[in-house]
């Protein structure tokens, strides 16, 4: 530390500069830092790409700047810097300024990369800082807190307002400017500054994405020394499983990083969350289109535009042009990684600043749509400018400070508006309904209820568990709504499992079917009126049931991702998913309760994770254990630890009737796995006598393109999670001589836009572009490598792929990817059909099994209909291979019945189907224009040779969200040789035909 002062010393160069004094006060600047700062903001006579307040660097003779320590200014033109470097100069800077600075681990990634935390403060409130904390905390929950208590802390306590850099990896500028902005708020004397370490506690996160950070670096690098210009490589892999969906993983916090950003937010309790992106020109400060999520605090919303039009104001006042707010995202979705922020009763929001390609400079040439004047756009951006990546820094900074600055300036009104909000949320569910959600803990689903029961704990969300039975009243389920119910076009109606208002008390709970005959009109009202409707019933809640009580001041997320969106045909273009009902894409049953007096039942909190396990009852050699259609049923294959054989048709044992897809299994071997499940068996003397055919554990290849891995990655953490073992290649190598020699199943996700995209690649110009871990380049290729990105599967491999379904593999397709086969001319008689006014936007759909003769269903039997995440396209159509629609069985007379037979065997077949009634097909979010979605194909199986290409329209491996429908896809892997099975002939006709 003696040898860093000393440098520190030596190497600053401190005279006072005249401009702006009293910004700076009296204190020294570093002219040498500052020289560079102006060198690196492009000059143009029209406009201003700086400001006073970051324009200069004060100087110190301790705390060392970031060009002393990483050796160049941030927002110089080809200079990135890597996480360990970053870190590296934040340690440096908590190390030399203790008093004002106090540096915090957040966690690590999944390949083992620190993510960081910075709280800046004056002297006083660091050593208090434990202190502050607490009274953030107390704050937060309003539950016992006097009048006289509450003031007092509004009065002593300080906003926590954390800012965060860096969540997307190509978006670069945000750490550069948070190394130097730690530093100014920790050595300026300014009034500013003072101002803002006094009466704001700001805590800094340089990058968020560490992962994906350290290689957009070495692709930068790479690319330069390649002089491939700023759209070289392409950043296929930034972290483990996620790119840009990292941000999207808020509702489920699956993802490491999303883990470290829920605690950091759960210990500290911030006032406010602040995320740095870059896309639009120059300034955009997030307020957001509507139509806002109904579980944002109108608070929220008002405290969004008041800092957007202050922000708007000191900085269109300093001289910036393109400052502006409104036109850009909705407010909508509940994924984002904010929305962590938004629904525990803190404010999240957002920049977006112009791109700089990196850390590269580019001249401005914006579409005129981008430079138009508008109410939220008086200052537009403009044209014929030089944009560089100091001017992102200097862009993003200056903001960062300005709000700062008004938050310490009325940092009462922040503190009365964070307790408020939580206040507002526990009279909300002292005084209206639904007072509480149950989730049955005797259910179908018991140990998916479980899980999600537990998800909601790690958001914070109190759970509480019966001790006695009780009865109460239930009501259907809240209603995120965006108007009058468009009656033949939205289809919004109770949904298939969880959302039903209710079940008569003597109802199996978790065991319901459904079809058109369940389906009724949603009222319209609001939802407090709505959960008194005739509808409501009694239902009976037992001992060991789960309770989500809303008198707690955390209720927005379980509202929110218990709740059915609808979004209007006429609300602005959805920026995301606009359906997420939990719930129903987990296939769990939850209800309602419109019953006040469920505040007053027994019950006591559950003070540890929800556990289910499964029971083994009887005694005996063979172990009979019912699939139920989950993936916890559907992945026992793989961890029997010995033969699995499966029921091929119903049967009867002991009394008890057991469905198709039965597992039959050794008891001694399989017992504790069952268990561990949360699966029940029985333990019997023999096996049954019903036909029964023996699994043969797959060798499965996930394929991904060097084009994007972003939505492979999602079915990768699946697989990950659930312990199905793969082996990950890339499309490339599917040409190489016996390539998929030693495969059985080929699972190729949802990849860009599929079809001949996969097969020709990026374009051949220029040299190769490789994905390799070298010297220069030492992140790269942890994953996969190649030599070039550029080629995909060629036609090589794509007849490969035939050769490799022809001899009897599988292969499993599942959204754009699902247009390979059919363009490759793997399936004549599937084809997608475009569709010309359909609005199904990342929506909940119920869809209905066609046939229950194929393994893919196992489980889903008993369900006539089930809900399904479905995201616009493909929408795909089964006939003959002339384009038809196929024909009755009249059209078989005359023709040799080995011929029709084996006709009959090589016809693909509906598995699934949306569901024939457009007025009973959505579920949750957008459904505009159903009848062009309604009985369509969800799930088909085509065979080919002695092989099957199972295409899902469907994502039934989506963002972690979708676990009711993993069992889809890992019946078929589990039963990939087992798929054949004709359709009884009576049934051909409805198979082959989306007739309506």
Not at 696 to 710: C, D, F, G, N, Y
């Amino acid at each position: 530390m003696r040898r860093l002062s000393r440098l520190v010393a030596v190497a600053t160069l401190v005279a006072p500069l005249a401009p702006a004094a009293a910004q700076r006060g009296s204190q020294a600047i570093d002219t040498a830092y500052t020289r560079q700062i102006r060198e690196l903001t492009p000059v143009d006579a029209r406009y201003q790409f700086t400001t006073e307040l970051v324009d200069y660097l004060p100087a110190s003779s301790t705390v060392p700047t970031p060009l002393q320590v990483l050796g160049y200014v941030p927002g110089t033109v080809g200079k990135l810097s890597h996480v360990a470097d970053i870190n590296r100069y934040f340690r440096a800077l908590a190390a030399a300024s203790p008093k004002r600075t106090k540096l915090f681990s957040l966690g690590m990634s999944e390949e083992g990369r620190e993510e960081v935390l910075l709280a800046v403060a004056d002297e006083a409130t660091i050593a208090r800082l434990d202190d502050y904390k607490r009274m953030a905390a107390r704050l937060a929950d309003p539950r016992g807190l006097s009048a006289e208590e509450k003031a007092r802390l509004v009065r002593e306590a300080k906003p926590i307002y954390w800012v965060l850099g860096s969540i997307h990896s190509p978006e670069t500028g945000s750490p550069e400017m948070l190394m130097e902005l730690a530093y100014r708020l920790a050595v300026d004397e300014g009034e500013s500054a003072r101002s803002i370490r006094a009466n704001v506690v700001t805590l800094l996160t340089p990058v968020q994405e560490v992962d994906g950070r350290d290689r957009m670096v070495d692709v930068f690098n790479e690319s330069k020394a390649l002089k491939l210009g700023p759209n070289g490589i392409n950043l296929v892999y930034w972290g483990k499983y996620t790119a840009h969906d990292n941000n999207r993983d808020g509702m489920v916090a699956s993802q490491r990083i999303t883990q470290n950003y829920l605690q950091g937010f759960l210990d500290w309790r911030p006032t406010i969350a602040h995320d740095l992106h870059e896309s639009v020109p120059f300034l955009y400060i997030s307020t957001g289109t509507g139509p806002y999520n109904d579980e944002i605090d109108p608070i929220t919303i008002d405290e969004w535009h008041t800092l957007a039009y202050n922000e708007m104001t000191e900085l269109t006042r300093r001289g910036l042009p393109g400052v502006w707010t409104h036109g850009f995202y909705d407010g909508w979705g509940a994924n984002y990684m904010m929305s962590i922020v938004q629904f525990h009763n803190s404010l999240g929001r957002f920049y977006e600043t112009y791109t700089s390609s990196g850390a590269g400079c580019q001249n401005v040439n914006l579409p005129a749509a981008q430079l138009t004047k508008e109410w939220y756009r008086p200052s537009p951006a403009v044209n014929g400018v030089r944009w560089c990546i100091r001017n992102n820094v200097n862009y993003q900074q200056s903001g960062v400070l300005v709000a700062l600055k008004y938050v310490g300036d009325h940092r009462q009104t922040f503190l009365e508006n964070f307790a408020a909000k939580g206040e507002r949320m526990l009279k909300r569910g002292q005084t209206t309904a639904p007072y509480a959600f149950v989730i049955p803990r005797a259910q179908r689903h018991s140990a998916q209820a479980a899980e999600l029961v537990n998800l909601m704990r790690r958001m914070a969300t109190e759970i509480h568990v019966a001790t006695s039975d009780f009865t109460v009243r239930t009501g259907p389920k809240p209603l995120e709504d965006r108007g009058p119910d468009p009656v033949g076009t939205s289809g919004a109606r109770d949904s298939g499992l969880g959302a039903r208002a209710a079940t008569d008390s003597t109802t199996p709970r978790g065991s319901e079917t459904m079809d058109s005959s369940n389906v009724r009109p949603r009222p319209t009202t609001s939802p407090e009126s709505r959960v008194q409707s005739p509808g409501a019933r009694m239902i009976q809640v037992h001992a060991g049931d789960w309770v989500v009580r809303m008198d707690q001041p955390y209720t927005q997320y379980p509202r929110t991702i218990l709740a059915i969106q609808r979004y209007k045909p006429d609300d602005p273009a959805p920026y995301d998913d606009t359906g997420w009902t939990l719930d129903e894409l987990q296939h769990v049953t939850t209800y309602a309760i419109a019953d006040s007096s469920v505040l007053t039942k027994p019950m006591e909190p559950l003070r540890a994770d929800a556990v289910v396990t499964g029971t083994s009852t009887g005694s005996g050699p063979v172990l009979l254990v019912k699939h139920l259609g989950d993936w916890r049923s559907a992945v026992l294959p793989w961890k029997a630890g010995g033969p699995v054989r499966v029921a091929d048709s119903a049967f009867t044992a002991n009394g008890v009737s057991y469905p198709a897809g039965t597992y039959v299994l050794d008891a001694a071997k399989a017992r504790d796995a069952a268990k561990a499940l949360g699966l029940d068996g029985v333990e019997v003397a023999a096996a049954p006598s019903v036909s029964m055919k023996t699994v043969q554990i797959p060798r499965v290849a996930l394929v991904h393109t060097w084009q994007e891995t972003q939505n492979e990655g999602w079915v990768r953490f699946a697989f990950d999670k659930m312990g199905v073992p793969y082996t990950y290649i890339a499309d490339q190598k599917l040409k190489n001589p016996g390539a998929l020699d030693r495969f059985d199943v080929v699972v190729f996700p949802h990849a860009g836009q599929g079809g001949m995209s996969i097969v020709n690649g990026r374009p051949m110009v220029g040299p190769a572009i490789p994905w390799k871990a070298t010297k220069e380049t030492p992140h790269l290729g942890k994953w996969d490598e190649t030599d070039d990105m550029r080629p995909g599967m060629g036609l090589d491999g794509a007849a490969a792929l035939r050769r490799f379904v022809e001899r009897g593999g599988l292969l499993l397709v599942e959204g754009a990817t699902a247009r390979l086969p059919i363009e490759l001319g793997f399936t004549p008689q599937v084809t997608e059909t475009q569709t010309r006014t359909l609005g199904a936007r990342g929506t909940v759909v119920r869809a209905q099994s066609v046939t229950t003769a194929s393994p893919v269903l196992y489980g889903y039997d008993d369900r006539k209909s089930f809900p399904v995440y479905f995201n616009q396209t493909p929408v795909l159509q089964v006939g003959d291979a002339a384009g038809g629609r196929g024909g009755d069985a009249s059209a078989n007379e005359g023709v040799d019945t080995s011929i029709v037979n084996q006709r009959r065997r090589m016809t693909p077949r509906v598995i699934l189907r949306f569901h024939e009634r457009a007025d009973s097909l959505g579920i949750s979010g957008m459904m505009n224009n159903p009848a062009e979605l309604a009985g369509r194909p969800a799930v088909v199986d085509a065979p080919l040779g002695n092989g099957h290409v199972l295409s899902f329209a469907i994502r039934p491996l989506w963002r972690q969200e979708t676990q009711g429908t993993f069992a889809l896809a890992l019946n078929a892997i589990a039963h990939w040789n087992h798929l054949t099975t004709p359709p009884p002939a009576d049934s051909t006709r409805r198979a082959v035909t989306n007739e309506q």
